[in-house]
Structures are given as C-alpha cells and as structure tokens.
C-alpha cells in the first residue's frame, strides 16, 4: 500500500495544476472556473455527462448571466438550444430554477440547511428537493439533469456530477474553487463515473461491483487511508489515470 500511496501522491502533484485544464484535456471544470460562481459551476456539474468533447463546447455557450435574463430575452437566447436528454424548454426552466435559487438565498444556503442535520448526504438531498419546490416544470430531460433525493444509501446512484460540484466548491486547491466554508473536506464523498471506478479496481482500492453511493463510499474511505483530511485530493488524479488508461 505505501507503493500505491507513493504512486498516487505523485499523481495528484503533477496534477494539480491549471495546466490540466486546456483544449488537449479537456474538462467541465476549466469552464465553471471562468466565472467562479456556484451558481455557473452548477450548471457545468450537472451537464457533465457524456462525451467530454461535447461537454465543453456546450457549457462554453451558457453564459453566467443567463440566471439573470427575464423570461422573453432568456428564451430568444436559448431558443433551439439542446444538449443530449434535455431538449430548450428543459434548459430553459433550469435556468428560471436557478434564478429562483438564487433569489432564495442559492445552493450554499440550501446546502446548509440539509448538512446541519443530516450530512453531505442529507445537504445534497435539502439542495435537489429546493431545486424542485422552486419550479413546478418537470420532464424526464429536466429530471434527469437534477436527479433524485437520497431515500436510502442502498439504493442510491453514485450521483457523480453531485458529488463532483461539491468536491469544487467545499475544496480550494490549484484545481477546485473552494467557493464554500463550513463543510468538512473529509466529509465529501468520491465522485464515481465508469473511468474512475475501473481504475480504482485495477488498483485495489474498490471491491464492490456496482458503481453506486456504497461503492463511492467505500473507495472514499479507503483513500482516508491515505489522507484522512482530504480523501478527494486523489479524485482528479483517478480520473485521469482512467481516461489516459495508465493505470
């Protein structure tokens, strides 16, 4: 284990860096930081599936100031716009859900209400249920860019693009924006997607066989093992490692 720890630690050096974030490694990341706002940085997260090549130049077109259009201009900016499940209407009511959010007091806030009591994961399920009361428009596109509350961890998906968002803004490094205060970095849980969870296997840091919250947790607290503080140091670096196939 000390040699994978050594391995792993040198990858998170090298790769904290703002150089990991450019055309030839691309990431949604690099656009959330332009404007360095939750609410922007929400977007990105949650748009974040799919092929990264087409994740990027999408979340570039969306600019931070949408949340702040009325109605008529936000539709002649977004009309005919689409992205993969989520057709204009859908992206356009995210951003009336937004700006909702925003005048509620935004997603730290709501965050907060549900971590106090119950945790990361009862702040993420306070934050999805506040996105949800703040607009009545449902579709399966809109639906699926919000997710579901947690009911119970056992059934619960790893809600990667969630887990991610939180990982920028409870986090601040060379990479994360750490726009948040009052969340504890080791509470955070590993964002888990296909990449990631096929490295961690390789490497002996995972067991379960499904890509779900127990196994984002289980590969979470496996990594305290190595940094009790800051299990999510090595999030970005497993990512990599997964998508070039070096590990």
Known sequence: ??????????EVEARDSLNELCEQRPDPLMIARRSMDELHALTCALFAYGSVKAIVPF??????DLVDLDEPELRLVLE?????FQNSEDIIQWFYTLKALKASGGAEKAFKEGYKCDGLLGGVST??????DLNPYRSKGYEFLIGKPIVSIAKASAMKRWMMYLRWMVRKSELDMGLWSGVQINDLIMPLDTHTFNVSHRLGLLT??????RAAIELTERLKEFDPHDPLKYDFALYRIGQEKLG
């Open 1 to 10: 284990m000390e040699k994978l720890k050594a391995y792993l630690d040198a």
């Open 59 to 64: 979340l570039a077109s969306l600019h931070q």
């Open 80 to 84: 005919g716009k689409y992205y993969r």
């Open 127 to 132: 934050l999805i249920t506040s996105l949800y």
């Open 208 to 213: 379960r066989s499904v890509c779900d919250m």
